[in-house]
């Protein structure tokens, strides 16, 4: 199987809880994500709204990234998606 490491972000409304993930299966992350397959914070809060990825050619870098994403703060990441997604739509559907 091929993997396609990502970084991204999840939310349950226009700046909402944020949530930031790492997967090398990022459609297959997304639905279970979406199913409440996941248990634990995404669960609890509902984070269903895929509303920034971003694509690695590996895993380690993509886990940096996530690393990095995860220490900045609040309005650095709502800027982050706002420059790629300033509706803040589901991008659920993109992947496919």
Not at 34 to 57: A, M, N
Not at 58 to 85: F, G, P, V
């Amino acid at each position: 199987m091929e993997k396609h490491p990502a970084v991204y972000i999840l939310t349950n409304r226009r700046e909402g809880t944020l949530y930031t993930g790492v997967t090398s299966n990022l459609p297959s992350r997304i639905a279970q994500h979406r199913d409440d397959l996941v248990p634990g914070f995404t669960r609890r809060y509902k984070l269903h709204r895929l509303v920034w990825f971003e694509q690695h050619d590996s895993m380690d870098e993509a886990i940096r990234r996530e690393k990095q994403i995860k220490r900045w703060r609040r309005s650095w990441k709502i800027d982050l998606i706002e420059t790629e997604n300033p509706t803040w739509r589901d991008l659920y559907d993109v992947l496919f």
